[in-house]
């Protein structure tokens, strides 16, 4: 494993920066192609506040759709998060704890299969998957339920393979209590799914327009259920872990309101408290777009990463 990261070091030095996105603050490494034995390979930005330094530690924060967090003019529909400008207005003005954010780029055509949590997804019967597979409509990418949920695989990239890498060449925090993971629609999915499968590894997850429908209908949908049960039997401890939800009203997140009330329920139930290590926001009006989470993102962002916690 160290040779490996050792090669993998190598050859970032030896990149053209080329067409890196354009921040406000920090910079961005660039690791293009990054290798894995799970899934296939895609680009990892690391972003990097303005004070960084190999003198100091620094919490991690993880986020799916890296390609849509930082530069407008570089995304697909000129929308982004803004990462780097809340992120380094929130440390400057010393609100959060000092942290780098690890920016993993989806896979494209499979960006539904890799964030569609897979134990769940098992525990559908074959004539709900074959219903919804003919239902080409309602469904965004066909592989996922042609070819399977590949969300266990992954996971095991970022945790065995990713993880691994950051904690070498950068001056990363290790510990659950300093790393972190987020994203929005599937992103938030895949985020409530890492923190439930490694709940070691992860402490707090931003699950932000979570999609609960895990396709485009609410009605006779069979997904959302699976995914109450998953989380009812998986949830990690309210003692260690702190969970973020949120949806908005308009578009694609006014399908999600009773199913998130459910997660609620259930989060609940299993000795989470709102505001402590729990917090649902609803946004009315707010669409399902990277405005919507850039508007937004300080709340997720102070909720996990406070100072004095």
Known sequence: MKRYIGVLFILFHLQVHAQLPAV??????????????????????VWLPETYSPHKKYDVLYMHDGQMLFDSLQSWNGKEWGVDETLGHLMAEG?????????VWNNGAYRHAEYFPEKPFH???KKQVKEMLLSNQAIADNRLFSEGPQADRYLLFLVKELKPFIDTNFSAKRGRKHTFIAGSSMGGLISMYAICEY???FGGAGCMST???????????????????????NLPSPRSHRLYFDHGT???????APFQRQADAILKAKGYVSGKNWMTRVFPGAAHDENAWKARLAIPVLFLLRKNE
């Not at 609100?95 to 920016?103: E, H, L, N, S, T």
């Not at 999609?211 to 259920?225: L, M, Q, S």
């Open 24 to 45: 406000a603050s920090g910079e961005i490494r660039r690791f293009e192609n990054f290798p894995s034995q799970y899934v296939a390979p895609r680009n990892v930005d």
């Open 250 to 256: 308009a578009t694609l997140d006014s399908l999600y």
């Open 199 to 201: 709940p070691g590894v």
């Open 211 to 233: 999609h609960w429908t895990g396709i485009f209908r609410a009605e006779d949908n069979p997904i959302p259920a699976a995914f109450m049960a998953y989380l009812g039997n």
């Open 95 to 103: 609100k959060i704890r000092d942290c780098i954010v690890v920016a």
């Open 123 to 125: 525990t559908l019967r």
